[in-house]
Nanobody
Framework: QVQLVESGGGLVQPGGSLRLSCAASGVIGSFYAMGWYRQAPGKQRELVATKTNGGKVNYADSVKDRFTISRDITKNTVYLQMNSLKPEDTAVYYC??????????WGQGTQVTVSS
C-alpha cells in the first residue's frame, strides 16, 4: 500500500523559510510526478509545484521565485523549500504523487502558518 508522509510544517514569521519533505513508502518503481498542493481555509486546493521524473517543473505564479521543488527519484521523496513566506501562504500543504496511469496519491497534509 502506497503511503505519503509529509513533514516540516510549522509556524514561521513573514519573510521566514520552511522546508517541507514528503517520503513515499510501499512503492514499486518511481513516480512519474511528485509535487505539492495547498488548501487554505475556505478555499479550494490549489497546485503549488510539481516535478516530473524528466525534470519538468511547474509552479503556481504566486510562489515563483520564492519556492523551490526538488526530488530524489530513487527514494521517491520530494521537497519544497519555501523562502520569503507571506501570510497568504498559510495553508495545509499536501504531498501528491502519480504514476503515468492510475489515480494519484495524497499525503495527510502538514500545516504551514505564516504569522507574526
Amino acid at each position: 500500500q502506497v503511503q505519503l508522509v509529509e513533514s516540516g510544517g510549522g509556524l514561521v514569521q513573514p519573510g521566514g523559510s520552511l522546508r517541507l519533505s514528503c517520503a513515499a513508502s510501499g512503492v514499486i518503481g518511481s513516480f512519474y510526478a511528485m509535487g505539492w498542493y495547498r488548501q487554505a481555509p475556505g478555499k479550494q486546493r490549489e497546485l503549488v509545484a510539481t516535478k516530473t521524473n524528466g525534470g519538468k517543473v511547474n509552479y503556481a505564479d504566486s510562489v515563483k521565485d520564492r519556492f523551490t521543488i526538488s526530488r530524489d527519484i530513487t527514494k521517491n521523496t520530494v521537497y519544497l523549500q519555501m523562502n520569503s513566506l507571506k501570510p497568504e501562504d498559510t495553508a495545509v500543504y499536501y504531498c501528491n504523487a502519480a504514476f503515468l496511469i492510475g489515480v494519484p496519491y495524497w499525503g495527510q497534509g502538514t500545516q504551514v502558518t505564516v504569522s507574526s
